[in-house]
């Protein structure tokens, strides 16, 4: 039941995960003209408009978590 159509302008290119290094996936969304990075390892999520360039949404769990917050501890 899967409509080819609906997957056909999205590319998935395979990337390393910015966050813990292990293979992850880039989804260019070329429908909403977005860029999504996410890896099923460490939960790392990134959302970037391709125009833009700017971060919609991103979630960093573990070790980045530590860097965006460096100098306020928890
Ligand atoms: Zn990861």
Known sequence: MVRETLFKMNT????????CGSPAERHHLDSSGLIRTQCLIC???LITCAETGGVVEAYAPGIDEK???SGTHA
């Open 12 to 19: 998935i290119q395979a990337i390393r995960c910015p966050n």
């Open 67 to 69: 860097r965006l917050v």
């Open 43 to 45: 939960d790392y999520l």
